[in-house]
């Protein structure tokens, strides 16, 4: 209740983007739970992917800014190479329950600033940290070794975009976005890091029902590609 009361206190001074008002639609969400789902899969070399979908149970909650979102993760499956056993043992075992509670506006817009990222431009603002992070570090004067640290990079900062949730991921907007940065590297190639994000949204309550977002990245003749998937429905 404290938690909840001070969430409360803060939410006028929240700023909600633009484009959450163009929606004009506020949120109902229905009294009972709902299954969350939340699928990532990470394209890996020789044509191997590493796919991991977490389940929750949530529920919806109003309070005085919108409605407060709980949950609690409820299954994890995961499926990846027998090599990567290891990693797979990790994801399994990790229990993503402490992202609840999110409070969302009445709109369906995140307000929890630690669950969505600062800035809407989130690609731009990861490629620049990831590039930040190169110029850090001591770099052989090798064209390959300078390229290969810009691929990681920028793989870096493919996983920094999805580390955070669309702000309006409960409550898309019927328009798919989205957004790119390029990136010079060593020799005159060009860098690539490109996010798109959309979703449908539940016409009765106003809740995302699926939503899908993407990040390719292409640095030179390599190219990797992460999506994640939601969905949103009745137990």
Same mark, same amino acid.
Not at 12 to 26: K, Y
Not at 38 to 63: N, S
Not at 106 to 117: K, V
């Given at each position: 209740?404290l938690q909840m009361a001070t969430?409360?206190?803060?939410?006028?001074?929240?700023?909600?983007?633009?484009?959450?008002?163009?929606?004009?639609?506020?949120?109902a969400p229905p009294g009972g739970?709902?299954?969350?789902?939340?699928?990532?899969?990470?394209?890996?070399?020789?044509?191997?992917?590493?796919?991991?979908?977490?389940?929750?149970?949530?529920?919806?909650?109003?309070?005085?800014?919108?409605?407060?979102?709980?949950?609690?993760?409820?299954?994890?499956?995961?499926? =990846? !190479? &027998?090599?990567? %056993?290891?990693? #797979? *043992?990790?994801?399994? @075992?990790?229990?993503?329950?402490?992202?609840?509670?999110? +409070?969302?506006?009445?709109?369906?817009?995140?307000?929890?600033?630690?669950?969505?990222?600062?800035?809407?431009?989130?690609?731009?603002?990861?490629?620049?940290?990831?590039?930040?992070?190169?110029?850090?570090?001591?770099? =052989? !004067? &090798?064209?390959? %070794?300078?390229? #290969? *640290?810009?691929?990681? @990079?920028?793989?870096?900062?493919?996983?920094?975009?999805? +580390?955070?949730?669309?702000?309006?991921?409960?409550?898309?907007?019927?328009?798919?976005?989205?957004?790119?940065?390029?990136?010079?590297?060593?020799?005159?190639?060009?860098?690539?890091?490109?996010?798109?994000?959309?979703?449908?949204?539940?016409?009765?309550?106003?809740?995302?029902?699926?939503?899908?977002?993407?990040?390719?990245?292409?640095?030179?003749?390599?190219?990797?590609?992460?999506?994640?998937?939601?969905?949103?429905?009745?137990?």
């Open positions: 209740m969430l409360a206190a803060l939410v006028p001074a929240c700023v909600v983007p633009a484009r959450a008002r163009a929606t004009e639609q506020l949120i739970q709902m299954r969350y789902c939340r699928t990532v899969v990470k394209e890996l070399a020789g044509g191997w992917h590493f796919t991991v979908c977490r389940q929750f149970v949530v529920d919806f909650r109003p309070f005085a800014g919108g409605f407060m979102m709980h949950g609690r993760q409820d299954s994890v499956s995961v499926d =990846a !190479p &027998e090599a990567l %056993a290891q990693y #797979a *043992a990790i994801e399994e @075992a990790r229990d993503e329950s402490g992202l609840f509670p999110i +409070a969302l506006d009445p709109f369906g817009q995140i307000l929890s600033a630690d669950a969505t990222a600062s800035t809407g431009d989130d690609v731009r603002h990861a490629v620049d940290h990831a590039l930040a992070e190169i110029a850090r570090q001591p770099i =052989a !004067p &090798e064209e390959r %070794a300078e390229l #290969a *640290a810009y691929v990681s @990079a920028l793989q870096l900062a493919s996983q920094r975009v999805t +580390a955070h949730l669309p702000v309006d991921l409960f409550a898309p907007s019927p328009a798919p976005r989205r957004q790119e940065r390029r990136v010079a590297l060593p020799g005159g190639g060009e860098g690539l890091v490109a996010s798109s994000f959309g979703g449908v949204r539940n016409l009765e309550t106003g809740l995302m029902r699926s939503a899908e977002r993407e990040v390719l990245t292409v640095v030179a003749e390599t190219s990797k590609r992460l999506r994640e998937d939601w969905t949103l429905d009745g137990i």
